[in-house]
């Protein structure tokens, strides 16, 4: 029983996968491979951060019931 779990790393940080691509994460793009998949998340979270409604369906029609939209 070792208290340490894991291997002694060579660097400091565990290397995750990319969020985006699943690839080794880079310690100069860290947490993503690249700094491609940097933007791309980046450009995730601002499409997703404007699309959240901001509580918008108050007194909405039923006929909206259907969709898969959320
Ligand atoms: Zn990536």
Redesign the pocket.
């Known amino acids: 029983m070792t208290a340490a779990s894991g291997n002694a790393g060579d660097q400091g940080r565990r290397m995750r996968p990319?969020p985006?691509?699943?690839?080794l994460?880079t310690q100069a793009d860290y947490p993503?491979?690249?700094d491609?998949?940097a933007k791309i998340d980046l450009h995730r979270w601002m499409v997703e951060g404007y699309s959240i409604p901001a509580v918008e369906t108050d007194d909405v029609d039923d006929e909206a019931e259907g969709g898969e939209d959320r």
């Open positions: 990319c985006i691509c699943s690839k994460s993503f491979c690249s491609r998949c």
